[in-house]
């Protein structure tokens, strides 16, 4: 079947350094990925987009690679803030077109 | 509207009971979703509308959840005889079309007493 994986549950990291999370998935051909900040209470947020034929991604301080052979998308925020402690989610659409998550990995900066 | 915006914020509603969850998603928006989100846990997806056809009803978590979407626009999440395990966060969220970012309402809180 097909699925989505974020391997870390959470990830607690010094302010400055940079945060590396990773996205897995099984039995798909995606053709873009999506990476999604939540924050308590609240929607999902969309970050970046990034499809299959780009290798990778930049937005400021988030970068996003995406391997299709590796099936495997990495999300990097370099120079950690406290104010990026969050949830992060990946998502990919199906065949079907519905867009499916990731359980999410839960980042937490201290100063 | 702005963004997509979803009714009631929160809702109780004693066991047994039917609920209704209205989301009213961004003008043009032809893609949209459901999901549901337990605290603590990912986003469970429920059901997928492009225009107001729904493609993948795979989601829904058994009979008793039904959804319906009229002019493109407007959708609603029916829960009948609810049940203490459909107390969730049930969020909606609209994207363009197909391969575009989806945009989150702030979902509405069910608790089932």
């Known amino acids: 079947s097909q699925k989505i994986e974020q391997n870390s549950e959470a990830l607690n990291i010094q302010e400055g350094k940079t945060a590396t999370l990773t996205c897995n998935y099984t039995n798909y051909s995606p053709a873009y990925l999506q990476w999604y900040r939540q924050d308590p209470g609240r929607g999902p947020v969309f970050l970046l987009l990034i499809r299959e034929n780009e290798k990778e991604k930049r937005k400021e301080r988030l970068k996003v690679t995406f391997d299709t052979t590796l099936k495997q998308s990495l999300f990097h925020i370099t120079a950690s803030q406290p104010a990026d402690s969050a949830t992060y989610l990946c998502?990919?659409?199906?065949?079907?077109?519905?867009?499916?998550f990731g359980k999410g990995t839960k980042l937490s900066v201290k100063p | 509207g702005a963004g997509v915006s979803q009714s009631p914020s929160n809702k109780v509603t004693e066991k047994g009971k039917d609920v209704e969850l209205r989301c009213d998603p961004i003008s043009g928006h032809t893609a949209l979703y459901w999901y549901r989100q337990s605290l603590g846990q990912g986003l469970e997806f429920l059901i997928y509308?492009?225009?107001?056809?729904?493609?993948?009803k795979s989601g829904l978590p058994s009979d008793r959840f039904s959804a319906e979407r009229t002019g493109g626009s407007v959708s609603t999440l029916t829960i009948q005889r609810t049940q203490q395990e459909d107390s969730a966060v049930y969020l909606c969220a609209s994207s363009p079309d197909r391969n575009t970012e989806a945009f989150f309402g702030q979902g509405t809180r069910l608790t089932v007493v």
């Open positions: 998502a990919l659409e199906r065949s079907q077109g519905n867009l499916i």
């Open positions: 509308f492009q225009g107001n056809s729904a493609p993948d």
